[in-house]
């Protein structure tokens, strides 16, 4: 009976270890999942919902002790899921609707100026294709380095500097022509 | 090139409030408090089982180390001792009529013997206690082990003259 007992203490003991690093693990990476799900959901309540998801999994799929890097495999899986919630709040056939944005009146002043261009090229980088905006976004996080960006896409981190370098291209290139329809 | 330098700073302003972004206050507590309100029944559940496991685990090996743990009794010496071999006269019988008959019941006794031998051996050690007897044979063959395998070969031999006697022809008299 002393070998059980040893053994249930040993059981217990892992438990406890496990919850301690799953707390640390929240604490730790949770603001980077949650603006990870939030650049590609845009949403402040939907990226929290799979912040909670992705610790749900973590937690219930995982044994987090056994996983090599923490933070790469979270930002994975917090891109994997906002992209599936993403694709299914949204019906694909959306990806040219920047381009049919319908010119606005011309604000009165640089405020409101300044807040159509803003929406204007949210709107843009929502309608850019997806290989070229996931690079281009996750890209932006100050948490993801460009290698752990290729990580979370399983490119290369060569693809990524490319894709990202296309993206801000084609921005570029479909702003300058939306502001001279406004001329 | 004033105009490509402001349109490269307005994309950088729209990037960066993709990267700016702030959860809400105590992200991490609700997090922690969310998690710790779906998970209690399995972590409740796995701590129940642990311990229902830990004693239907002891218990098994109680039960599988209580027949181990009792004294063996005493082996049965007074059957080893008392029971002669079975003599070759009796396996070869010299009359054909007798080799005929003795042919099926024999092999029948030999699965009947053989089958009560397994049966035995499925119930040793045979729970009923040694009669007073049989536990004084007992201990006269552990004593004297060797006036034991006296007795045992003297019986052994009276059995099988006795065995011979039986096995000889009927002598058939002269008027029948």
């Known amino acids: 009976m002393s070998a059980d007992l040893v053994v249930a203490e040993k059981a217990i003991a892992a438990m406890q270890e496990e919850e301690n690093l799953f707390e640390a693990a929240i604490r ?3 603001r980077m999942v949650y603006r990870i799900a939030h650049s590609v959901l845009r949403d402040a309540a939907e990226a929290e919902d799979v912040t909670q998801e992705v610790f749900l999994r973590t937690l219930r799929q995982k044994n987090i002790s056994r996983i090599r ?3 790469a495999w979270m930002a994975r899986v917090a891109w994997r899921l906002a992209v599936e919630r993403h694709r299914k709040a949204r019906p694909s056939g959306l990806a040219g609707e920047a381009d049919q944005v319908p010119s ?3 604000a009165a002043d640089e405020i409101l100026w300044q807040q159509e261009r803003a929406a204007f090229l949210e709107q843009l980088i929502e309608a850019l294709p997806d290989p070229l905006r996931h690079p281009l976004v996750l890209w932006t996080l100050e ?3 460009p290698r752990e960006v290729a990580a979370v896409l399983d490119i290369s981190e060569a693809a990524v500097r490319s894709r990202a370098f296309r993206a801000r291209q084609i921005l570029r290139e479909r702003l300058t022509a939306w502001m001279e329809r406004r001329r | 090139m004033r105009e490509r330098q402001d349109i490269d700073q307005w994309l950088d302003e729209a990037l960066s409030r993709y990267a700016d972004v702030e959860p809400r ?8 408090a969310r998690l710790a309100a779906q998970q209690p029944a399995p972590r409740t559940i796995s701590w ?7 004693a ?10 209580r027949p181990a743990l009792q004294p063996a009794p005493a ?3 007074l059957w080893t001792a008392q029971l002669p071999p079975v003599p070759l006269s009796l396996q070869h019988t010299t009359s054909p009529t007798a080799a005929v008959r003795s042919e099926r019941p024999r092999s029948v006794r030999v699965d009947l013997a053989r089958q009560n031998a397994e049966a035995k051996q499925e119930r040793f050690p045979s729970p009923s206690p040694l009669t007073e007897q049989e536990k004084m044979l007992a201990r006269f063959v552990e004593d004297f082990p060797q006036k034991a395998a006296l007795v045992a070969q003297t019986q052994t031999e009276l059995y099988q003259q006795d065995q011979k006697e039986m096995a000889r022809p009927w002598p058939v008299k002269e008027n029948d």
Request: glycine share 8%.
């Open chain 1, 69 to 71: 890097d923490q933070k």
């Open chain 1, 143 to 145: 948490e993801l380095s």
């Open chain 1, 104 to 106: 606005r009146e011309r």
């Open chain 2, 75 to 77: 082996p049965s010496t």
């Open chain 2, 48 to 54: 129940w089982a642990l311990a229902f496991g830990m």
């Open chain 2, 25 to 32: 206050p105590g992200l991490e507590s609700r997090m922690l």
């Open chain 1, 28 to 30: 730790t990476h949770a």
């Open chain 2, 56 to 65: 239907a685990l002891a218990g098994l090996l109680l039960l599988w180390l």
